[in-house]
């Protein structure tokens, strides 16, 4: 029996990845190819009327109830950004974000070819009951300009090393529809760690870096969108989607 990812319920439909609501909203949006890589082979890129991906793993319960409720408080930010509007994103409007692109993150795991997922089962449901996000993630936002197709990247971050506490897993998501890019970063310790300890990332800066828009941990201030600068197409998106990758923290 196939058991949803987020409360153990029978997941007995596919359920959209991709949000219908947002797929229609999104510019551009229509009839086009599809192309994917699943680790380093390229599948058989393939047509379709609209952008969509079906997950087996979400119930209808969850996908109709929390998630669905969810998504209404997202959609206002959404069609400001998609229409090019100027928008201050205050601390609630942070934490939608940042919960929303969380279990973006989560659902797209349900592609991978096996069940060998990164975030756990406690904090999935965690984020479904009570709009938790789980202890050492940072949420980004960036405009990219050029780009109307959708994008996602998945990547495991290997062989970091805290002087502390030894190994520490990483994954990072990183997702554009169309103008609206999220990367998503979640820490793992291998010993347990304070969640409110500071958490320091060792690495070059990146010329990305003044695209992208922190909103999680929420910050105290307001928020102003879009950033100072852009994201130019896929090619910045993929740049994007590596900047964490062999680092240490």
């Given at each position: 029996?196939?058991?949803c990812?987020?409360c153990?319920?029978q ?6 990845a991709w949000?219908?609501?947002?797929m229609?909203a999104?510019p ?5 190819t599809n ?11 393939w047509r379709?009327q ?11 319960k ?13 959609k206002?930010?959404?069609q ?6 100027s928008v201050?994103l ?8 940042a919960?929303w692109s ?10 991978r ?21 789980p202890?050492?993630t ?5 405009k990219?300009i050029?780009?109307?197709g959708?994008?996602t990247s ?8 805290n002087t502390?506490s030894?190994?520490?897993k990483?994954y990072?998501?990183?997702?554009s529809f169309?103008?609206?890019a999220?990367?998503?970063?979640n ?15 060792d690495?070059p ?12 941990p929420a910050?105290h ?8 600068s ?18 240490h923290?």
């Open positions: 029996m196939r058991q990812m987020f153990k319920g997941a007995l439909t596919n359920e959209d949000p219908v609501w947002l229609k999104m551009g949006a229509g009839p086009g192309y994917a890589t699943r680790g380093e082979a390229d599948l058989q890129p379709s609209k952008p969509q991906q079906k997950v087996k793993y979400v119930c209808r969850c996908n109709n109830g929390c998630i669905s409720k969810l998504e209404n408080r997202l206002p930010i959404v400001n950004i998609y229409n090019l509007k201050d205050d601390s609630v409007s942070q934490m939608i974000l919960v969380v279990k973006s993150a989560m659902v797209f795991e349900a592609l070819p096996t069940q060998s997922w990164y975030f756990l089962d406690s904090e999935r449901e965690a984020l479904m009951k009570s709009l938790d996000v202890s050492w940072h949420v980004w936002v960036a990219c050029n780009y109307q959708v994008f998945g990547v495991d971050l290997g062989g970091i090393v502390s030894g190994p520490v990483g990072v998501t990183t997702l169309g103008p609206l999220i990367q998503v970063l820490i793992r310790f291998a010993t347990a760690t304070n969640p409110s300890a500071k958490l320091t990332i690495r800066a990146s010329s990305l870096d003044s695209a992208t828009l922190p909103v999680w910050q201030q307001i928020v102003s969108w879009p950033p100072s852009e994201l130019a197409g896929e090619s910045d998106l993929e740049a994007l989607s590596k900047r964490w990758v062999y680092h923290i």
